[in-house]
């Protein structure tokens, strides 16, 4: 992942260099990749860490690690040898060989030709890296979408009623969220309802704040440049609205790193009530008319509702989410997130674009990362391609690290690899 450069501005009122903002593409229309296949990736496996500590979903997602080959892990007790990530260093072919089918029998005086039918999509190091994530996870889910239908999906696990998980069960997404918040704040946006270059109403969102906060537009709380303090404490583990916590980080003018992509949950939390008080109802309900109900999705709710009967394992309790507000606290399957990436437009990404969205060499996300739940969520090949996947657990240690296994084994797949994921801002 590539690090952002530059000091940080000295006062509030400075602005710094924007960014450089990638070529982001959509998933309609369809784009064929054109990419010829790479030289065959270095092994993935990486060494199963132990539990971390509670880290609020704060940091910025996880960069690759620039070594191509990490080192096993050395404890058979901690880390037994079958449970590392499958080796993807040698790929099967993307498809298998076809052949000609025999020349049916005819009675007609004219030659008849017939097709073969085209050969299914293989995904074997895609299927091996999901078995993995099943192991030593309370659950795990992996979906793809290619040509905007679903190719793939495996989960492992038991949901809170008992029953075995599905790639349709929903679980904690963590930062993944923000992809919700900024596509409903997109379809806001496209209707008028929002605009995106204008200042924040905070004053409309009873919001004390700092008169130096009047001119922070909502482009600046997309974009994570709008100079809002990290306060990594503040979301986490303590009951009522994020309202709360961003107040505190109002009283404050904007931080000196204004105009810098300094990533923070309070932008998303902002956001989330941004839209309540632009649709005059909840979040959950706003984003079911703007973003769900259009493509027929019905399964994702905020962890404010509580673990329901269908959902997968989250053992932290998702009570402790509830002052992530609108930048971590939707539960949703990973077919439901791949579809609803799969619907995303050209013009939604006039709002959804980089730095507020992340990028690496096979395209555009985001990754989730708090105690007890993992995320990643990739838009590949210009669109055509979309591989969401979720993990209840503590492995791998973030969610950069759960993109960092599965992309590259679904790029290996698709005869695209381009080596480990380089995500970018950092």
């Not at 990754?367 to 007890?372: E, F, N």
Request: proline share 12%.
């Amino acid at each position: 992942m590539i690090a952002l450069a530059g000091a940080a501005v000295a006062c509030s009122s400075a602005r710094a260099e924007p960014l450089a903002s990638p070529a982001i593409t959509s998933a309609r229309p369809p784009t064929p990749s054109s990419a010829p296949a790479k030289s065959p990736p270095p092994d993935l496996r990486e060494p199963v860490t132990a539990a971390t500590p509670d880290e609020p979903d704060t940091t910025p997602p996880e960069s690759a690690p620039r070594e191509t080959a990490p080192p096993e892990s050395a404890s058979p007790e901690t880390a037994p040898a079958e449970t590392a990530p499958p080796d993807t260093s040698a790929p099967d072919s993307t498809v298998p060989p076809t052949t000609e089918p025999a020349a049916p029998a005819s009675t007609s005086l004219t030659p008849t030709t017939v097709a073969p039918a085209a050969a299914p999509l293989v995904l074997t190091h895609l299927a091996a890296v999901a078995l993995y994530l099943g192991l030593g996870n309370d659950a795990a889910s992996v979906t793809v979408w290619r040509d905007h239908v679903k190719v793939f999906g495996q989960a492992d696990g038991r949901t809170t009623s008992g029953q075995p998980m599905t790639s349709d069960s929903p679980l904690v997404l963590a930062s993944v969220s923000k992809l919700i918040t900024a596509l409903t704040v997109a379809r806001l946006a496209e209707r008028g309802k929002i605009d995106v270059n204008a200042p924040v109403p905070w004053d409309q969102l009873f919001i004390a704040h700092d008169p130096e906060w009047n001119d922070v537009t909502v482009r600046e709380l997309l974009d994570h440049t709008a100079g809002m303090p990290k306060a990594q404490a503040s979301w986490l583990n303590q009951p009522g609205s994020c309202a709360v916590p961003l107040g505190d980080a109002l009283a404050s003018p904007p931080r000196g790193t204004r105009g810098k992509w300094t990533y923070s949950n309070g932008n998303y939390c902002a956001l989330g009530l941004l839209v309540e008080s632009v649709t005059g109802t909840s979040r959950d309900r706003a984003a079911d008319e703007y973003v769900f109900d259009p493509i027929g999705i019905s399964g994702p709710h905020l962890t404010t509702t509580g673990l329901l009967p269908g959902d997968g394992p989250y053992v932290q309790g998702v009570a402790r989410l509830e002052r992530l507000g609108g930048a971590g606290t939707w539960m949703a399957s990973t077919d439901d997130v791949a579809e609803m990436l799969d619907s995303v437009t050209p013009e939604d990404l006039q709002t959804m674009r980089f730095p507020g969205i992340i990028t690496d060499q096979y395209g555009w996300g985001h990754t989730g990362t708090v105690d007890g739940a993992r995320s990643c969520a990739w838009v590949m090949e210009g669109g055509r391609t979309v591989i969401v996947a979720t993990v209840a657990g503590q492995r791998p240690s973030t969610g950069g690290k759960l993109c960092d296994i599965v992309v590259p084994a679904l790029a290996t797949d698709l005869g695209i690899w381009a080596d480990k994921p380089a995500r970018q801002p950092d």
